[in-house]
């Protein structure tokens, strides 16, 4: 049964459904939603199964491989394969894409091309977590582009086409370096062109050359992640997206960054990376402060939550350059456990939207006794964001604190410095989420003319929020319950780096 193409399948049945969405008889959106949604759960239910029967957690190479000759006159492969990294983030983007598809239900304009989007976009994003060849890597990368950048022009708030712009122009222009980069480290050192992951892992490199190739790729990743200063595209792209869309670039987009940090830079470029660490921590907790001081003078709700997507991925940075297997096992699961908030979070802003017609927090005061289930959910999501005990977002930074004091390759002043600036972020984290809670649900401001008869949260939104809070709790209570997935993994990858 292993030779079964299993990858192949999960990736190209979301498209493939997809482009059978013209012959749906154009009766009603009904029919369209409802064959959406059962494609994305199906493709969730074959990613769960082949993640229960086919994926063993205990071995560190890849498995699952699958190697088609695609383009004969130079190497060009369809390698697939998974390990204990991509595993998790899979799980995540079909789970956050399914509930993201059934959090599109009330988009009524063109919803043909709107639920096509959202499959090809699956596709791209599960593409990338399984490819085992570089310049397939670069394919799938770029294949997630444009239905973004459509799902922004067309569905989005006033100032998309300015947003959509911005966003095509830095992440096209950031890859632009992966290309290079893996052409580069294709070619050298030999006379055919090598781009299998594997084989590129065993290459070694000149350290100058492999200095410029590991920052040409941290700009790529520096742009997706988003790291302060390359991320000013996020706030306007999440302030002007529709919300469902919100979800998929929260939950998943900003994850394929720091995969494709651990994956490309610290895997095939191990001497770079043990150069860097240090800049990557400073930067991180850099990120940290500034983006919650400027998430507290955001009068958008959307561009607050956004600002603190940034901060959240300042962690993951933290984590990743602290070269300690609990510091890389925190930044995984700070990306999975904050691809659940994050998503809960732009989910709720958008629902408020469409109750109340304004996004600007000022406007807000007193709603909480109109809409009490939004209120609670969003209480609740907001002490998860700010690592409440209990909660997924408390397990990951509690990891990546202690990845970096424990880490061997740092002196002690330094860990102490960046301990302080990482603290000093925790503590602005509450400060900007419970001044937001404050100033959108207490008080009585709120003086616009609304019926009140429907105001709260339906049960189909319960519902998506109910599937967001279960992992969420699941995961801080019993953190094992993931970490076993990618811990094996990170202890193989962290053996090359020597101190």
Known sequence: MNNFPWLTIIVFLPIFAGFLIPLIPSKGNHIIRWYALGICLLEFLLITYVFCYHFKSDNQLIQLKEDYNWINIFDFHWRLGIDGFSIGLILLTGFITTLATLAAWPVTRNPRLFYFLMLAMYSGQIGLFVSQDILLFFFMWELELIPVYLLLCIWGGKRRLYAATKFILYTAGGSIFILMGALTMGF??????????QNLSNKSYPLELEIILYLGFFIAYAVKLPIFPLHTWLPDTHGEAHYSTCMLLAGILLKMGGYGIIRINMELLPHAHSIFAPWIVGIGVIQIVYAALTSFSQRNLKRRIAYSSVSHMGFVLVGIGSMTDIGLNGAILQMISHGLIGAALFFLAGISYDRIGTLFINRMGGIATYMPKIFTMFSSFSMA???????????AEFLIFSGIVISQKYSSNFKVIITIIEAIGIILTPIYLLSMLRQIFYGHKFSKDITFDNMD?????ISILICLLFPIIGIGIYPNSV???WNNKVNFLL???IF
């Open 188 to 197: 050298y050192g030999s006379s055919e062109l090598t781009l299998d992951l």
């Open 385 to 395: 964001s700010l690592a409440l005990p209990g909660m997924s977002g408390f397990v």
């Open 457 to 461: 949260a339906g049960p189909r939104e």
């Open 483 to 485: 970490l076993f997935l």
């Open 495 to 497: 053996s090359k780096f």
